[in-house]
């Protein structure tokens, strides 16, 4: 029998062959095996080190003002492009911890409900039919999905470690650069750890000028840095808030994820266009999160917290997975370590993708990671798995490292 919408879903998302693919996404393969291990090792501890997510909640301080600011009526209204508060607040975390000056709350910043729907939104603003936006892979692939919705084309660029997981902007062809409008980029960087460096802002500022293209660099994770690495803004780059635009997220910094509060930041024109989409998508988020949100932004010690936890963590980490074999280095930014991922096991398994080594270790060892097959062979370690104690942290990250060691696996 056929269904009503049969002919009527819109072709961006598969037309009449709509639900009918059977391929498995990453997140949900991994989703299964995680189900699947836990049965079949039922007195057996999973030790999730896949999750994306603080493993934190937000500091009670901001806790507290959410909960004073919820009831007052005066926060009951629609808060559309945001109270200028918040943009104000976010001015001066900028100038703080990025020493970005200069910055016009009214004109250059808007909050936005996480960065997801930021990233979301903003081609919409730029893209036309046949326009190319650049992205670099592996990466979030929001903005990419939202350029192919509107029938634009995406071109990748892969992140090499050759090149220290910064794009190489040489290696895109002449007649893609001609219909290139957008590049997305994303430091520090998701799942590498890479880090920008003044050099390169500048070396993306000239490129973007010399060929007409707006820059999106989504900061999600930007004050997150370790051992002496300061946070560093794109728009700190002479000219780029002539032809870029930045993306802030509270929800990695303060621990706020399912808060959904953010803001982009940087031209003023472009961050025009954003809030005229904005204002005719969704109408704010919730004037006492804005207000929550601000305390956040005061309180810069929150983040300070838990980098704290986040370096130690990674400290043992490596050294757990070097024990094992892996060529592992601790980033300089982010909670994630992006290592190689093997080629086999001493008693002769062999792994033909990242994939099929993550779902291995899952089913063998229980533990969840995160393959990545854009650009080589490698796996995601989060130091955000959950631990009350940094003795607890000892337990798990050396729990881990016994079960890596006892598989043989060969690089």
Not at 175 to 184: E, G, T
């Amino acid at each position: 029998m056929n269904d009503f919408f049969d002919d009527k879903i819109a072709e961006r998302l598969g037309g009449i062959n709509f639900g009918k693919s059977t391929a498995i996404y990453k997140f949900e393969l991994i989703k299964r095996a995680k189900a699947a291990a836990r049965k079949a090792h039922p007195g057996m501890e999973l030790i999730d080190m896949g999750v994306g997510e603080p493993d934190w909640p937000a500091d009670t301080l901001v806790v507290k003002a959410l909960s004073d600011e919820a009831g007052k009526p005066e926060n009951r209204w629609y808060a559309d492009n945001g109270i200028p508060e918040f943009q104000e607040a976010a001015a001066h975390y900028l100038e703080r911890v990025y020493s970005l000056s200069g910055l016009i709350p009214s004109e250059h910043i808007i909050h936005g409900i996480g960065s997801k729907p930021i990233l979301a939104l903003l081609p919409i603003c730029f893209i036309n039919p046949g326009d190319v936006l650049l992205t670099t892979v592996p990466g979030y692939p929001v903005t990419a999905t939202y350029t192919k919705y509107l029938g634009g084309e995406v071109y990748n660029i892969p992140l090499l470690e050759s090149n220290l997981f910064l794009p190489d902007f040489s290696s895109v062809p002449v007649s893609v650069l001609k219909k290139a409008k957008l590049l997305y980029m994303n430091y520090p960087n998701n799942p590498t750890g890479a880090v920008a460096s003044p050099g390169f802002y500048r070396h993306v500022v000239d490129f973007a000028a010399k060929n007409n293209i707006v820059v999106i660099n989504d900061s999600a994770y930007g004050a997150l840095t370790y051992d002496g690495q300061k946070p560093l803004s794109f728009l700190s780059a002479d000219g780029a808030m002539d032809v870029g635009i930045e993306v802030h997220s509270l929800s990695k910094a303060f621990n706020m994820t399912g808060w959904r509060i953010g803001f982009i930041c940087g031209n003023a024109k472009a961050v025009k266009a954003y809030g005229t989409i904005k204002d005719n998508t969704d109408s704010g988020q919730f004037r006492a999160i804005q207000r929550a949100g601000i305390q956040a932004l005061n309180h810069t010690e929150i983040t300070e917290k838990t980098i704290s936890k986040y370096s130690r963590r990674f400290d043992m980490l490596v050294e757990a997975l070097k024990e094992a074999g892996f060529d592992s280095k601790k980033p300089k930014g982010t909670f994630y370590c992006y290592v190689k991922a093997p080629s086999g096991t001493a008693d002769g398994r062999t792994f033909n993708t990242a994939a099929e080594f993550s779902e291995f270790l899952i089913r063998e060892s229980l533990i969840s990671t995160v393959p990545w097959d854009d650009a080589g062979k490698y796996i995601r370690f989060s130091v955000t798995f959950e631990a009350d104690s940094q003795e607890r942290e000892m337990e798990v990250i050396g729990e881990m490292g016994r079960r890596l060691k006892k598989l043989g696996l060969k690089f």
